[in-house]
């Protein structure tokens, strides 16, 4: 399938997605959430350095870094997610 991108500006340049970057995941029980306190640190299932997630209306798009820019946090993409990426993450319930 070959994707006109001047067709798509045309009509739907102006629909507003959701952008999110996500540092990373943890699923944890409502016994755990309601020992947190000030403090407590939630490791999570990414490591120093690694890509992190950038999600369209909640559904995976791109990989990419979090980095500082002018004083605020920045996402640089670095990969794009192939279609065989996207279903893997699919089959393996990561993304709903």
């Known amino acids: 399938m070959i994707i006109d991108k001047d067709y798509i ?3 739907f340049a102006d629909v507003i997605m959701d952008v ?3 540092l990373g995941r943890k699923l944890v029980s409502i016994g755990d ?3 947190w306190e000030k403090g407590t640190i939630l490791k999570l299932n990414k490591t120093s350095g690694e890509a992190v ?3 369209v209306n909640g559904k995976p798009l791109a990989l990419g870094e979090v ?3 002018d004083e605020k946090f920045a996402f640089r993409l670095n990969d794009i997610q192939t279609k065989a990426a ?3 993450m699919k089959k393996d319930n990561l993304y709903d």
Request: no cysteine; glycine share 0%.
């Open 67 to 69: 980095m500082v820019l």
């Open 86 to 88: 996207l279903t893997e």
């Open 9 to 11: 500006l045309k009509h």
């Open 33 to 35: 959430l309601l020992s």
């Open 20 to 22: 999110h970057v996500e």
């Open 53 to 55: 997630d950038m999600l």
